[in-house]
């Protein structure tokens, strides 16, 4: 999913949807961080890309627009300023920085940007605002999708450990692996992209509105299909890059 997520921002401009992001929340040593850094190692090295959310809203704007038509990877959601988190996942999904004015008193031009954003964090946007009195809202909700660390197999995020001997052993691979090996997937689907970009506008829409008949009953509410959409990018985005020969992945694996 993680991997998945880290092509989908690049498809937003095709799909016509807004900007929106997922936060694995779960207790320490689930696997959050570690699947954070395998998609961050889509694009760059993992050390480097991965951010955190301990920024102001300025500098937070400022990274938002360095990650436009990507996704921005944002560690510890605890470490944001609680009277502020609520408003800054509002201004990452909405694509917009503040209006704000230049010395001589002129409008200053608002930073714009669409992208995915992965956050992880032992608390939930809920808990994190309620700690200054604050009440999640439905919209905020909407816009960050919280997903348990805990796929139910009893090792956390992870279902499978792919011949290692422990969870713990596992992680270690991966970020070692992501750490050697990292930056080209994503220049070889930009590359890819390019070269399909005339038809990807009526594949991707129709991609994301097959995974919504399947998966929103049909008299679901607007929120739960707004949600909905968003996971259909990531899946035709997973889908795509598999089809593409960069994920190695069988295909429907990333819808699954």
């Known amino acids: ?3 998945s997520a880290a092509f989908s921002g690049s ?11 997922f936060h694995f929340r779960g207790a320490s040593s689930t696997g959050k961080s570690t699947a ?12 480097r890309y991965k951010r955190s959310w301990r920024f102001t809203a300025n500098g937070l704007e400022g990274i938002a627009a360095l990650h436009n038509d990507g996704i921005l990877i944002l560690d510890e959601l605890s470490e944001c300023p609680a009277r502020e988190a609520g408003e800054a996942v509002y201004m990452l999904a909405n694509g917009q920085g503040k209006g704000r004015a230049t010395k001589t008193g002129a409008a200053k031009q608002a930073q714009r940007w669409q992208l995915v ?5 032992e608390e939930s946007l809920a808990s994190l605002m309620s700690q200054v009195g604050k009440q999640v809202k439905a919209g905020q909700e909407i816009r960050l999708v919280e997903i348990e ?20 052993a596992f992680a270690q691979a991966l970020k070692h692996a992501a750490e050697g090996q990292h930056g080209s997937a994503g220049p070889e689907w930009l590359a890819k992209l390019m070269q399909e970009r ?5 594949a991707v829409r129709a991609g994301i509105e ?5 998966h929103v ?17 990531v899946a035709v985005a997973g889908e795509l890059a598999t089809r593409y020969g960069i994920t190695g992945w069988k295909a429907k694996t990333a819808s699954q």
Do not use: Y
């Open 1 to 3: 999913f993680a991997i």
């Open 11 to 21: 498809l937003l401009e095709f799909a016509g949807g807004d900007s929106g992001g």
């Open 36 to 47: 954070q850094i395998v998609a961050a190692s889509v694009w760059g090295h993992p050390g």
């Open 117 to 121: 954003f992965l956050s992880s964090g």
């Open 149 to 168: 660390a805990d796929a139910g197999a009893g090792m956390g995020m992870f279902e499978a450990l792919n011949g290692s001997a422990t969870p713990a």
């Open 198 to 202: 005339a038809k990807l506008t009526q």
């Open 210 to 214: 097959r995974f919504v008949a399947e």
């Open 217 to 233: 009953p049909e008299r679901a509410s607007g929120q739960v299909t707004r949600v909905a959409r968003r996971f259909g990018l």
